[in-house]
């Protein structure tokens, strides 16, 4: 029976035990759902400089890259224009811009944002060889084949300079061996053109001769 006293402290201890610790679980949930889980959190982490987090210039360039995948080259070309707006002297947006204008079939506008690329390019010499790359390569398929071979002989130079970057010296000597087969065709075509021209002319003035002669009035 002397017991008894203890019981109504002890029962406003274990009252004040559960109170607190509801009241924390409250205050724990209510945290958890004001502020978003790890996995609801969306993108990347962002730092304009770029050091802990992806930066304005990178992230445009990721939305291009995702809409090149997605064959959305309008979506990729209004991304590229983005990042080049974010760092205009920053070599790969000119790039990129270049891949998707030549993916819509636009040589001359890819070749002058390639320019702008390898202007910018400096000592960056894995994107230099990529740029000299397309660069004569667009040239190629606007046969301008004098153009096209000092562009291939630019990226030879460049790839044996550049030893400490991936280049693919044996394609400027096989593209540039093509370059002159095309240039004997167009050389062989050009005296055929002649001789069937000659002739024409030579036929033509046969017939004019033969229409005036007194046997014909």
């Known amino acids: 029976m002397r017991l008894r006293p203890l019981a109504f402290p ?8 559960t109170v607190t610790a509801e009241a924390k679980k409250n205050k724990k949930d209510a945290d958890a759902s004001s502020t978003p889980a790890a996995s609801e959190q969306t993108g990347p982490r962002k730092d304009p400089k770029g050091v802990k987090g992806i930066s304005p ?10 809409a090149i995948a997605a064959r959305d080259i309008d979506g990729a070309k209004a991304a590229y224009q983005e990042a080049i707006r974010t760092e205009p002297q920053n070599p790969m947006g000119h790039y990129r811009m270049g891949e998707a204008e030549l993916a819509k079939g636009n040589l001359k506008e890819a070749e002058a944002v390639w320019q702008s690329a390898l202007r910018f390019a400096g000592e960056n010499a894995a994107l230099k060889a990529k740029v000299l790359f397309v660069l004569a390569d667009v040239k190629e ?21 550049a030893t400490q970057v991936k280049t693919y010296p044996d394609t400027p000597t096989d593209r540039l061996q093509r370059i002159e087969t095309w240039k004997k065709l167009e050389t062989d075509y050009a005296a055929v053109k002649e001789r069937i021209r000659q002739r024409l002319e030579e036929a033509e003035k046969k017939a004019a001769e033969s229409a005036q002669s007194p046997e014909n009035k």
């Open 10 to 17: 002890l029962a406003l201890s274990l009252l004040a035990f």
């Open 57 to 66: 210039f990178w992230e445009a360039i990721k939305k291009g890259d995702d």
């Open 141 to 161: 398929r606007e046969r301008s084949l004098e153009e096209a071979t000092n562009g291939w002989n630019a990226y030879m130079a460049h790839a044996k300079s």
